[in-house]
């Protein structure tokens, strides 16, 4: 449940992002490949050059919380600088392929390109202000505020319409807000009916403003 105020970082450019490459290794990897386990120490970078993963939190029993999706020209394990465990785990959900920088390589890179440590330090404020309003609206709002916050922050303007560009199924949503499937699919039935939502194929168009309660 990014901030929906907040601004992402943009892609890393092309050349930064074949330059910081060819300072690792590229592997490719096929759909549900974990590339790093929450609790590990890990001491590595993943630049996705294409692709997309899933970071996510779980307990013992299973219990999976989704903390956000990235893409082609982002990255992920970036907090290895600091050589403590894991504090998520990375899973890609579709055949993805990424450039893998140690931590020395990592740091050298840094050190000789101010443009990239400018993006580093841009994203790591971007995904605290994100887990920031993550604990808040955990804390503070009901299943229909976070579904409604959710909707807003991924909703971007395309031909003329607004539109969720990921698809997510109703359980990549209550993975994502913190609740259980059965209560997304209600009130996701009752937006449809509303008028409020569109939902074919899996791709959520918004007709019209979410109400702030439900």
Known sequence: MPEAAAVSPTPLRDEILHAIAASGVVRSFPKQTVLIHEGD????????????????????????????????????????LDGAPRSASVVTVEPTTCAIVNRAQFRD????????????????????????????????????????????????????????????????????????????GKLMKDLVAGGYLLVEDRQITVLKKLPPGW
């Open 109 to 184: 890179f840094l050190a000789a390109n101010p443009d990239f440590a400018q993006h580093l330090i841009q994203t790591l404020i971007h995904r605290l202000r994100s887990a920031t309003e993550n604990v808040k609206s955990l804390a503070l709002s009901d299943v229909y505020g976070r579904l409604v916050r959710l909707v807003n922050a991924l909703a971007v303007s395309h031909e003329g319409q607004l539109i969720v560009r990921e698809r997510l199924t109703q359980q990549e949503i209550a993975e994502r807000v913190g609740a259980s499937r059965d209560m997304i």
């Open 41 to 80: 120490v890990g001491d590595s970078l993943y630049i996705l050059l294409s692709g997309r993963v899933k970071v996510y939190a779980s307990n013992a029993a299973g219990r999976e919380v989704v903390i956000n999706f990235h893409g082609a020209g982002e990255y992920v394990g970036e907090m290895s």
